[in-house]
């Protein structure tokens, strides 16, 4: 074994035991790598090519008496995606060569900055250049080595070309599209107020300046539109979040409901998944007037079943983009989860729905990219260009083409990755990488269908989730309760629309059923009020004058506002012209009601008031029994007395005229 191999092998032996140590208490202001700041992607096959690379450190050796160096080592070349997922997470193959770097001439301590150029040796060994005898993607590890340890070490990945080539291939580029979701905690609170967690303030406003930051890039967003109908209802400065949200540029809006439904409930009512998604693409409409969602295309991030693929065809989806967790209840999808192809989704009915999946690999680096990642954001985007490289020549080795295949990459929860992330991963591909950003919509409408055996993949969905009853039935009750006291108040009434408005959010999946019981608590309490404010008459008991009468009843209004109401008045004996009409109530007033009765029969007996929304037949306030007094006789009484007053006027006229003739006839007598 030659000098050369020995070192490396001594330093890796070291760096094993030093990747994830901590250093000692008596070296704590020791150097350390903060992140990589830049760095080639490949160098060209000739020899003395140069590898450069620009690291961010802090700290200082001073105390530990060693001079620090920085410890460059190459790997064989990866093979497989699998090769570079091993690297990175520190399963490195055979050792090549290595490089030791003294820094101390090279490190600026004002920006902490050190800039490596690594010469690169073809068909000659020297101890300052780095071998790469065959073309490949190479593993390199770069550490700080402080004595006899290495700390601070990280993997990145370098590509050697082939001979007299100074660029990569870009005829067969690699296509990759980004999506993600911009959510957030329910705003509307049960009281009607609106609240934004300082967590949901800050992931908003990360997301927004990475469409700012990248404008130019190509980027597909399900924006939950309860969530910025928030920022719209809240502070000054939540608002300014919209306005910069309504001002981004080069974004394509999916169409979305207005709160993440419940799968369950909504796979139970497909009513209210539709009015959900009808609310959340006119909430979009109003708040992003420049932009259009597209139903074509959904971004499903929680699990699948069938019924609600099913649905989401029947309202227009074409293809679903799946998120990992979205996929659970997928079956095959674990071992079929085609990265770069299409597949179908069985529905109950028959059809299928075309489906792509999210890469879960790359969207765990991505999520560790947007973490404070050890080594920084811009590290993380060399490890997964290398991965999209070994996808490519994966591809390729396949027969494949990659005009109809791509890769869809969002984080593990499908929110964008964070802008130091993104940042990081436009410029690495950007880089002549031969691997471009698209429009998802694009990239979808040319991906293939993958195939097994001889036929298109189609994968089946579970059965639709099973939910207590008690959940459909207590949204639908109270639903009919805000439609029915809704109808009793004036068209575009404040109140009615605060209502629809708690009755919107309650079908959200991330309400707990205690939270998703006081927006309940606050509608019944509210429209209790309205009907106790509504005052019926306080004398119970009514005299009818004869078969043929009236009724008259008060009612009182209190509320600050009109209201209509449905009466209804029931009775065994009574016969009603009009047994229920609705009527005008004006605010603070009394108003009487006249109800045309005919009586079946003579006596006393009940009659039962009862008030009604005038929709939906809902009960108004309590109901109350009359008493309704009723005399036949009475009525004949009447007509006697008026016979003998008649019979009395006769007589008295009769008795008037004949004393007049008695007198005439004296007079003419005399």
């Given at each position: 074994?030659?000098?050369r191999?020995?070192?490396?092998?001594?330093i890796?032996?070291?760096?094993?035991?030093?990747?994830h140590?901590?250093m000692?208490?008596?070296?704590?202001?020791?150097?350390?790598?903060?992140s990589?700041?830049?760095?080639?992607?490949?160098v060209?096959?000739?020899?003395?090519s140069?590898?450069n690379?620009?690291?961010?450190?802090?700290?200082?050796?001073?105390?530990?008496?060693?001079?620090?160096?920085?410890?460059?080592?190459s790997?064989?070349?990866?093979k497989?995606?699998?090769d570079v997922?091993?690297?990175?997470?520190?399963?490195?193959p055979?050792?090549i060569?290595?490089?030791?770097?003294?820094?101390?001439s090279?490190?600026?301590p004002?920006?902490?900055?050190?800039?490596?150029?690594?010469?690169?040796?073809?068909n000659t060994?020297t101890?300052?250049?780095?071998q790469?005898?065959?073309?490949?993607?190479?593993?390199?590890?770069?550490?700080?080595?402080?004595?006899?340890t290495?700390?601070?070490?990280?993997?990145t990945f370098v590509?050697?070309?082939?001979?007299k080539?100074t660029?990569?291939?870009?005829?067969?580029?690699?296509?990759?599209a980004?999506i993600?979701?911009?959510d957030?905690?329910?705003?509307?609170q049960?009281?009607?107020?609106t609240?934004i967690?300082?967590?949901d303030?800050v992931?908003?406003a990360?997301?927004?300046?990475?469409?700012?930051?990248?404008?130019?890039?190509?980027i597909?967003?399900?924006i939950?539109?309860?969530?910025?109908?928030?920022?719209?209802?809240?502070?000054?400065?939540?608002?300014?979040?919209?306005?910069?949200?309504?001002?981004?540029?080069?974004?394509t809006i999916?169409?979305?409901?207005?709160?993440?439904?419940?799968?369950?409930l909504?796979?139970?009512?497909?009513?209210?998944?539709?009015?959900?998604?009808?609310?959340?693409?006119?909430?979009l409409r109003?708040?992003?007037?420049?932009?259009?969602a597209?139903r074509d295309?959904?971004?499903?991030?929680?699990p699948?079943?069938?019924?609600?693929?099913?649905?989401l065809?029947?309202?227009?989806a074409?293809?679903?983009?799946?998120?990992r967790e979205?996929?659970q209840?997928?079956?095959g999808a674990?071992v079929?989860?085609?990265?770069?192809g299409?597949?179908?989704?069985?529905?109950?009915?028959?059809?299928?729905?075309d489906?792509?999946?999210?890469?879960?690999?790359?969207?765990?680096?991505?999520?560790?990219?947007?973490?404070?990642?050890?080594?920084g954001?811009?590290?993380?985007?060399?490890?997964?260009?290398?991965?999209?490289?070994?996808?490519?020549?994966?591809?390729n080795?396949?027969?494949?083409?990659?005009?109809?295949?791509?890769?869809l990459?969002?984080?593990?929860?499908?929110?964008?990755p964070?802008?130091?992330?993104?940042?990081?991963?436009?410029?690495?591909?950007?880089?002549?990488?031969?691997i471009?950003?698209?429009?998802?919509?694009?990239?979808?409408?040319t991906?293939?269908?993958?195939?097994?055996?001889?036929?298109?993949?189609?994968?089946d969905?579970?059965?639709?989730?099973?939910?207590?009853?008690?959940?459909?039935?207590?949204?639908?009750?109270?639903?009919?309760r805000?439609?029915?006291?809704?109808?009793m108040?004036?068209?575009?009434?404040?109140q009615?629309?605060q209502?629809?408005?708690?009755?919107?959010?309650?079908?959200?999946?991330?309400?707990?059923?205690?939270q998703?019981?006081?927006?309940?608590?606050?509608?019944?309490?509210?429209t209790f009020?309205?009907?106790?404010?509504i005052?019926?008459?306080t004398?119970?008991?009514?005299?009818?004058g004869?078969?043929?009468?009236?009724?008259?009843?008060?009612?009182?209004?209190?509320?600050?506002?009109?209201?209509?109401?449905?009466?209804r008045l029931?009775s065994?004996?009574?016969?009603?012209?009009?047994?229920e009409?609705?009527v005008?109530?004006?605010a603070?007033?009394?108003?009487?009601?006249?109800?045309p009765?005919?009586?079946?029969?003579?006596?006393?007996?009940?009659?039962?008031?009862?008030?009604?929304?005038?929709?939906?037949?809902?009960?108004?306030?309590?109901?109350?029994t009359?008493?309704?007094?009723?005399n036949?006789?009475?009525?004949?009484?009447?007509?006697?007395?008026?016979l003998?007053?008649?019979?009395?006027?006769?007589?008295?006229?009769?008795h008037?005229?004949?004393?007049s003739r008695?007198?005439?006839?004296?007079?003419?007598?005399?």
């Open positions: 074994m030659n000098n191999l020995f070192l490396a092998c001594v890796f032996g070291f760096s094993l035991t030093g990747i140590s901590t000692p208490a008596n070296a704590a202001s020791n150097r350390s790598i903060n990589v700041i830049s760095q080639d992607q490949f060209s096959g000739n020899e003395g140069i590898f690379v620009s690291l961010s450190l802090s700290g200082s050796d001073a105390e530990s008496g060693e001079p620090t160096e920085i410890v460059v080592t790997y064989q070349p990866v497989t995606r699998q997922r091993d690297a990175v997470n520190d399963l490195l055979q050792i060569d290595t490089v030791v770097v003294d820094i101390s090279l490190w600026d004002i920006t902490g900055r050190v800039n490596l150029a690594i010469p690169i040796e073809i060994r101890t300052n250049a780095l790469m005898s065959a073309t490949g993607l190479y593993p390199i590890t770069i550490g700080l080595q402080q004595g006899k290495v700390v601070s070490q990280f993997v590509e050697r070309l082939g001979a080539l660029m990569p291939n870009t005829q067969d580029d690699l296509r990759v980004l993600g979701s911009l957030g905690d329910v705003t509307r049960s009281d009607s107020s609240l967690s300082n967590n303030r992931s908003v990360q997301t927004i300046a990475s469409l700012e930051d990248l404008s130019t890039t190509p597909t967003l399900a939950r539109p309860e969530f910025i109908e928030g920022l719209d209802r809240s502070t000054l400065e939540d608002g300014d979040l919209l306005v910069r949200l309504q001002s981004t540029q080069s974004l999916l169409s979305n409901t207005y709160v993440d439904v419940n799968q369950a909504a796979d139970q009512s497909e009513t209210i998944f539709t009015e959900q998604l009808r609310l959340g693409e006119d909430t109003r708040l992003l007037p420049t932009y259009k597209t295309i959904w971004f499903q991030q929680t699948l079943f069938g019924g609600g693929a099913q649905m065809r029947n309202l227009g074409r293809n679903i983009v799946m998120l979205a996929s209840e997928t079956k674990d079929d989860r085609p990265p770069t299409l597949v179908e989704l069985q529905l109950p009915d028959g059809g299928v729905i489906a792509a999946f999210v890469d879960i690999k790359l969207s765990a680096a991505l999520t560790r990219g947007s973490q404070n990642p050890r080594g954001a811009y590290l993380v985007a060399q490890q997964i260009l290398a991965e999209l490289k070994m996808l490519r020549s994966e591809l080795a396949d027969d494949f083409s990659t005009s109809d295949h791509g890769v990459l969002s984080t593990d929860s499908g929110a964008l964070s802008t130091a992330m993104l940042t990081a991963l436009r410029a690495t591909l950007q880089a002549n990488s031969a471009t950003f698209v429009p998802l919509g694009d990239l979808l409408s991906m293939t269908h993958e195939v097994k055996d001889g036929s298109r993949l189609t994968l969905l579970a059965q639709d989730a099973d939910v207590p009853s008690i959940s459909q039935q207590l949204f639908t009750q109270t639903q009919e805000v439609d029915a006291y809704t109808s108040l004036a068209p575009g009434d404040a009615a629309a209502w629809k408005d708690l009755l919107s959010v309650m079908p959200a999946r991330t309400l707990s059923s205690t998703r019981q006081s927006y309940v608590d606050a509608i019944w309490l509210q009020l309205l009907g106790e404010a005052s019926t008459p004398s119970t008991t009514f005299t009818l004869g078969r043929e009468s009236s009724l008259r009843i008060s009612l009182r209004n209190d509320n600050d506002y009109d209201v209509r109401v449905r009466v029931t065994s004996k009574l016969a009603f012209n009009a047994a009409q609705v005008l109530l004006p603070g007033m009394t108003t009487s009601i006249e109800v009765v005919v009586a079946k029969s003579n006596g006393s007996f009940p009659v039962s008031l009862q008030l009604f929304s005038p929709s939906e037949d809902v009960a108004v306030g309590r109901s109350i009359l008493t309704a007094r009723v036949a006789r009475a009525g004949l009484g009447q007509l006697v007395t008026g003998a007053l008649l019979l009395l006027i006769i007589w008295w006229v009769f008037l005229r004949r004393a008695r007198k005439l006839n004296l007079t003419r007598s005399a």
